[in-house]
């Protein structure tokens, strides 16, 4: 029975050095009793399969880690799309912002812009904010927000809101908002608004979707066309006044 003997001894040197710094549990199923006695073949062979599967995990353990480490083709794909997908999300806002960018120029600024009484420009002027005009100017006036005249104005205006105080002005004004013309102001020119209140003069049409208020000191020369007028007394008024805008059907007030 030295023939087991040794090869236990010999295979257990192999798996020592197979498995360094292991457990001495396989060593220690192997012992082989170094008594003369007698040793039963078929158990010492089947510790040895034993013994022979463990040492076959431990040593196929590191190739399949390694194995699952590497990312298959089809993860690699997962992970182009993946970010393919991210990219797309992150440009999608900005261009919602370069769509929406002309919507963007129409909303007013809270800047306001003063043409002080001391200065005169020549020229157009244009502003996403307020216009406060205190000056002269000689050109076309935009602006997003309310512009307000106490100065002089030759040449059209469109705004947001309107508001001529005491103003001097030679052109046509359109406005998406309210027009005040206030006293002492005079204006040359037609009028276009959603609602007007009228206190100085003006020497145009004024054309006005909404109601218009023609105030005692106001003197207008031209034709009103509303959805409602007010005429306080004392008011001069030489035109047509037409409240064509309103949701009454005229002719059918008439049919016989």
């Avoid at 001529?164 to 037609?190: C, F, L, P, W, Y």
């Amino acid at each position: 029975m030295g023939f087991f003997k040794d090869f236990k001894e010999d295979f257990n040197d192999a798996v020592n050095e197979l498995v360094p710094g292991g457990d001495n549990t396989a060593s220690e199923e192997v012992m082989v009793n170094t008594l003369d006695g007698d040793i039963d073949v078929e158990s010492e062979l089947t510790k040895l399969d034993g013994l022979l599967e463990q040492v076959s995990k431990k040593v196929d353990e590191p190739a399949v880690k390694v194995a699952e480490a590497t990312p298959t083709a089809t993860e690699q794909t997962d992970k182009k799309s993946f970010f393919a997908d991210a990219k797309i999300r992150v440009e999608a806002p900005k261009m919602g912002v370069m769509e929406n960018a002309s919507e963007a120029k129409t909303v007013a600024s809270d800047e306001n812009a003063v043409i002080t009484g001391g200065m005169k420009v020549t020229g157009n002027v244009e502003s996403i904010g307020s216009i406060e005009v205190q000056g002269e100017i000689i050109g076309d006036v935009t602006c997003n927000g309310k512009l307000v005249v106490a100065g002089k104005v030759n040449g059209n205006s469109t705004s947001a809101e309107f508001f001529a105080d005491a103003a001097k002005i030679e052109g046509e004004v359109v406005t998406s908002g309210t027009a005040k013309v206030g006293v002492g102001s005079v204006i040359i020119g037609n009028i276009t608004a959603t609602s007007a209140v009228i206190a100085g003069a003006v020497k145009g049409d004024i054309d006005v979707n909404g109601p218009v208020v023609v105030d005692t000191s106001a003197v207008v020369m031209g034709n009103i066309k509303s959805r409602s007028v007010q005429i306080n007394n004392g008011a001069v008024i030489e035109g047509f006044c037409s409240q064509s805008y309103s949701d009454v059907d005229v002719n059918s007030v008439f049919a016989i």
